[in-house]
């Protein structure tokens, strides 16, 4: 057995094996200590053992928070915003009601949301046929968050592009986008926080 054979993990003490390890700041950790981590989480090859073993207990009392987690409204397509009013606190995933506390997603209180801005997102395409030029719509959900472990978070709120304005499902995720900030931010005005995306993107049939 060589020397990286017998590393051990900084956070855990575990022997980790070849590959499988992921390095950080000033050591290594095992995948069952990697498994524990938030998936919102940025820059963890930066972090310091200290800063994620505090990391993993916040993770471990997230658990009972999860418990008593109760969904009264959900907003988003892949990414899910979770909503429970009683415990104010949201938690965002991508599995359904039914799976909500697989992965341990981070229920996160409303008094840490900074803001919650929508951006849209305009795209054009050429239809040969007609020369017409199409417009189509995304929209994403940002939210700032005053928190130690992640400082944003990004859902975006329809699935496939929406073309025209016009569109149900435009003025649908407007709605939506309208309550969902009116819930995490209840005293700001939706319309100061709804920007139009400056870069358009063109694409060409």
Known sequence: MNRLDKR???????????????????????TECAKLIS????????????FLKRHIAYRK????????????????YDKKIYIDSYMYSFLVTNKLEKD???????????????????IIREHTKKDLESSDTKHYYDFTVVIKLDSEWFDEIRVNLNADSIEGKDNRLYHKCESDAKELKDTLMPDQSFAANVLPFKTRSIYRL
């Open 39 to 50: 998936p919102h989480l940025k820059n963890r090859a930066d972090a310091s053992a200290d």
């Open 100 to 118: 909500i506390k697989v992965g341990n997603p981070d229920v996160i209180s409303l008094t840490a949301v900074k803001s919650c801005e929508t």
């Open 8 to 30: 051990k993990c900084d956070i855990c003490g575990r022997v980790i094996d070849t590959f499988g390890y992921m390095r950080f700041k000033d050591g290594s950790m095992c």
């Open 61 to 76: 009392e997230n658990l009972k928070k999860l418990d008593e987690f109760k969904s009264v409204a959900r907003y988003g």
